[in-house]
């Protein structure tokens, strides 16, 4: 498979994400056995942040150096972009040094630019409209725990925001019902709804928008749920608090579910706010085997973007690439 960036959920083809779940299983057994995986031997990773991280940051870095590479931490407002220099420009410094950029920011729209100016390939490690990274992991966890996706429910809970959107392209891709449950005024992105639709139903599956938990919750075979106050938001906090009371998954909500329902959240998690410590830390709780997987997927995401044997198969093509990506040719 080709994948030349990963700015959104929508980059990546139900073949390109069932491969890249393949190779996150396999690095992860690796890791688990002890067997040498050092795929990106002398390879960088850039990373820029523009708002905080535990996950992301950790997890990438990690993940650089088990893979026998390095990746640098660069705080936005210490880079130079702090003091003017543009987007553009910096993705073609950077490329000069590195093998591939992850950023972290507020805008979709300078993760984009850096893509479209960088000559490495480069990451969206969240940004105010998408986080797809998270939905590798999240991906990987359903899996390991239903086996497959075909015929599975999920149900968000909470605000349509950068997760809730990768969540329901990256599910639908895979065949999976989903049934978002927002407050009004904090639904998804319509478009983003659309096509996650469209691409649930070539499974014979659904996208759903609605305003009552209950109803995404019943039959649910996952429950998923984030922060009522995203990164950025923070003068919005007290009337968000109180708009998404009712939007919180607890013991009451978990039990319109099926049985065997699993809980997610991406984390950070405020407990008593839009999940009980209770459900958290419950017998179906898989909210930290889902950060773990972070670090398993970002690696195969890594391996797949930057591993040079397949710039160099690509090269050996005379600029003739296959994209599994929306089916286009390059
Ligand atoms: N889930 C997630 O991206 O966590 P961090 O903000 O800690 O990176
Ligand atoms: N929606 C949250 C996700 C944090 C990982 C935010 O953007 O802050």
């Known amino acids: ?16 994400l069932r491969e890249l779940l393949r190779l996150s299983k396999e690095l992860k057994d690796k890791l688990k056995n002890h067997e040498s995986h050092r795929r990106l031997e002398g390879k960088t990773l850039a990373m820029i942040f523009e708002k905080p991280s535990t996950r992301t940051r ?14 640098l931490y660069l705080s936005a407002s210490d880079l130079q972009l702090g003091r ?14 590195v093998d591939c950029i992850m950023a972290r920011t507020f805008k979709h729209e300078t993760v984009v630019k850096l893509a479209e100016s960088a000559s490495v390939p480069v990451i969206n490690g969240l940004s105010d409209l998408e986080h797809p990274c998270q939905i590798l992991a999240d991906l990987l966890t359903i899996q390991e725990e239903k086996g497959d996706f075909k015929g599975l429910k999920i149900a968000y809970i909470g605000d349509g925001n950068n997760v809730a959107h990768s969540l329901m392209l990256g599910c639908a ?18 478009e983003i709804a659309k096509l996650s639709h469209k691409e649930a139903e070539r499974h014979g599956a659904f996208v759903e928008i609605t305003t009552d938990p209950g109803k995404a919750a019943s039959q649910a075979d ?14 919005e906090k007290a009337k968000r608090l109180k708009v998404f009371k009712p939007f919180q998954i607890n013991e009451k909500l978990f039990k319109k579910a099926k049985p065997d329902c699993i809980v997610l959240h991406c984390l950070p998690a405020h407990r008593g706010l839009e999940i009980t410590g209770e459900v958290m830390d419950g017998m179906r709780s898989r909210i930290f085997q889902q950060a773990e997987n972070r670090l398993h997927s970002q690696k195969a995401l890594l391996v797949t ?16 690439v296959a994209l599994m990506f929306h089916g286009q040719t390059d």
């Open 1 to 16: 498979m080709y994948l030349r960036n990963f700015i959104s959920m929508n980059d990546v083809s139900e073949v390109g």
């Open 58 to 71: 950790v997890s990438f870095e990690t993940g650089m150096y088990q893979l026998g590479g390095h990746a």
């Open 305 to 320: 973007l930057v591993m040079p044997v397949k710039r160099e198969s690509l090269e050996n093509q005379g600029g003739k």
């Open 84 to 97: 003017g220099e543009t987007i553009e420009d910096t993705a073609r410094v950077l490329s000069g040094y």
């Open 173 to 190: 891709k895979l065949g999976m019902s989903v049934s978002v449950a927002a407050p009004k005024g904090y639904a998804p992105d319509s």
């Open 222 to 235: 996952v429950l998923y749920t984030d922060v009522w106050v995203s990164m950025g938001q923070d003068k």
